[in-house]
């Protein structure tokens, strides 16, 4: 454009110099030519704010590159540190759950071993009043029948809430005989009298003999020493449930000879042999 407007201004000036236009026309064509001197500054002022625009606008997009350069890096770190948190959170979620996990185990067996505990705890607790309840009994035998004892026609134990009363079958039966005497029923009215007042447990009533076998008349009754023992042992039963023993808490036993607590080698061993025994025990 500039080229342009040069050649025309320099063409007009030609022809004003060669004298082959006329002064009006020489006016009018220099009066174009300053017209069109005018217009190329202003093409040319135009031009150069057009430039500066231009240069601006270059500066603007450079700057604005590299801020869009700072804003992908800024994105692409707090993508990585978005990513980084989310992994440290399912981590630290991972170890929170284990813990969780770790601790409701240790919870359901602390758990347990309460229950555990709180069930020996009333075991232990049911087991000590049985135990004073024995005691209690235990202590009113050795108070009922302390003559007895001091004639070593009775002896009487307890252990672990189970109490043993044993009675040499001297002070019971005659020799040979399953009928329990009149002074025999004396005794065992005593141990009635302490016995009756015992609900909660069951009462055992064991036969026991030495190992002499049995010989003569009386074997015809009572070919072995299990059936002498069985009859000793349910004549005793039947008398306590006739003196108001509840007879569900009853059992008659026989063990025969095969019990002993002495030597069957001496007169003293098989007389400490040759008893029967009334034991406590806990209700089925």
Known sequence: MKRKLFVCLSALICLALSGCVTSGTYKQKQAEAENLEKSLKE??????ILMGENDQLKNDVKRLGGEVAALTGERSALTADK?????????TADAKNQKISELSRKLGD????NKRLKDDIAGLQKQKEEVQKTSKTY???LEQMKGEIAKGQVTISELKGKLTVNMVDSVLFDSGKAEV???????????VDILKNVKDKAVRIEGHTDNVQIVGQLAKRYPTNWELSAARALNVTRYLQQQGLDP??????AYGEYKPVAPNDTDEGRAKNRRIEIVLVAKE
């Open 110 to 113: 602390v758990e347990g071993e």
């Open 248 to 253: 569900a808490l009853l059992a008659a036993v």
């Open 83 to 91: 990513k980084g948190l989310e992994e440290s959170l399912r981590s």
């Open 181 to 191: 005497k009149p002074e025999g029923l004396v005794v065992l009215q005593k141990v």
């Open 139 to 141: 202590g009113d035998l």
């Open 43 to 48: 093409q040319r002022g135009q031009y150069n």
